[in-house]
């Protein structure tokens, strides 16, 4: 009877356990399907003001989440207002920059002496992609100018010519000693060389060689070029020589040019003239006379001197001569023109000048014959490209003063009051 009893209470229990067991899953199957929370309200931040500490800022909701916690910035703080009145600012000496300003800074942030970058390189030392020089020879021989910075020539030389290679500036020219013997010289970044009696009319730097076109001795015709100090005569072949003229040394490869021309008074000829490597041709194709020559260069086996041709005593046609042929440029009729420099760039032959129209002088540049008028009033006497832009260096006259300038793309710029004129520009972009 006893175990009939349990048996029944064993029965009972188990079926009460499954009965619970059964309720239990039925709640938690309710609650995960029968209830809808998609009303029930979110949380969205609200900030507030700025809160702060001695060295920090940041904005906190009533939640107690934080946001934009950050160092101050400058003094009172550019974000959050605060103001350290224990701070004293010190600047310091170094600039600091970015692509379109400098300023100098406190330790705490705050800046001062913010401007936007001014020339290139800017005098914070910010550069912006190339670096452009721009060097200008004064006819009168006595400086040259440096991005308008006037230089004199050293040792109360006259320098009659520049050639710029990276940061190395160097002149050729000559000087009197204490006997009054004028001495053949150049200088490399101001440090004089010596080369003999003589003059130094002309210069071309290629890698380490200097080359330098001029006389040696008092003779006028002691043409020669020196390469690195050593004297390469360039023979005249004929006598009674009455002057002699230098135009250009240009270097091409391992060759040597050298123009000129020579004058014979017994013959009344003024023979125009080049030496490759020693070796004199003369140029048949240019006139003994109703002539002027002023500038010279060659390019692959091409050779070019550049002036005018006096067609008549009202008439003077700006030309150069390439290989002895002659080319005229555009002018007004019956007008006093000239070319003072010529530049060949790939196929594109540079010349410029001046052209003479109611009684003004007009500065200009010609490319492939066709002309670019600059300044009224004005003479172009030098000229060089670099990439696609032209610069052309001279001078215009206001009412009083003659000023030295120069022309980029057409655009002036003024150097100083100088009457000396222009002998030579050199462009150096990096």
């Not at 931040?45 to 920090?56: I, P």
């Not at 200088?187 to 003999?196: A, P, R, S, T």
Request: charged share 15%; with cysteine.
């Amino acid at each position: 009877m006893k175990n009939k009893i349990k048996q029944f209470v064993a029965m009972h229990s188990i079926a009460i356990i499954a009965l619970f067991a059964i309720i239990a899953f039925t709640f938690t199957a309710l609650s995960l399907t029968g209830c809808d929370t998609s009303n029930e309200p979110t949380h969205t931040h609200q900030w507030g003001a700025w809160k702060s500490n001695a060295t920090q800022h940041w904005k906190e909701c009533s939640c107690g989440e934080e946001y934009g916690r950050a160092n101050h910035n400058g003094n009172p703080c550019s974000a959050c207002e605060y103001n350290d009145s224990s701070h004293m600012h010190t600047y310091s000496n170094t600039w600091s920059k970015d692509a379109t300003q400098h300023w100098k800074e406190c330790s705490c942030g705050d800046k001062t002496q913010v401007a936007n970058h001014s020339g290139n390189p800017c005098v914070c030392g910010y550069e912006s992609g190339s670096v452009e020089n721009i060097y200008i020879l004064s006819l009168g021989y006595e400086c040259y100018w440096k991005n308008g910075e006037k230089i004199n020539t050293p040792d109360d030389g006259m320098a009659q010519a520049i050639a710029v290679v990276g940061d190395d500036v160097y002149l050729a020219g000559y000087y009197r000693n204490n006997s009054n013997t004028r001495i053949a010289c150049y200088w490399k970044n101001g440090v004089k060389i010596d080369l003999e009696a003589g003059s130094a009319d002309d210069i071309a730097v290629v890698g380490s060689d200097v080359y330098i076109a001029g006389y040696y001795g008092s003779s006028w015709d002691s043409i020669c070029y020196w390469k690195n100090g050593t004297r390469i005569n360039l023979p005249l072949g004929v006598s009674n020589v009455t002057s002699s003229s230098i135009y250009g040394i240009t270097v091409i490869g391992s060759d040597v040019y050298v123009g000129g021309a020579f004058f014979v008074l017994s013959t009344g000829n003024a023979t125009a003239c080049y030496w490759k490597n020693g070796t004199r041709t003369n140029v048949t194709g240019i006139p003994y006379y109703n002539r002027e020559i002023n500038s010279f260069t060659a390019s692959g086996s091409d050779t070019y001197f550049a002036g005018y041709f006096m067609e008549s005593s009202s008439s003077y046609i700006p030309c150069y001569w390439k290989n002895g042929t002659r080319v005229n440029l555009s002018s007004p009729t019956n007008s006093i023109s000239s070319v003072y420099a010529i530049a060949i760039s790939g196929s594109d032959v540079y010349t410029a000048g001046d052209f003479v129209s109611s009684y003004n002088s007009i500065a200009c540049y010609w490319k492939n014959g066709t002309k670019t008028e600059l300044t009224t009033r004005s003479r172009a006497q030098a000229i060089t490209i670099v990439g696609t832009d032209v610069y052309v260096a001279g001078f215009y006259d206001n009412v009083n003063d003659r000023i030295t300038c120069y022309w980029k793309n057409g655009v002036k710029t003024d150097i100083e009051i100088n009457w000396s004129g222009v002998k030579s520009i050199v462009v150096v972009v990096k």
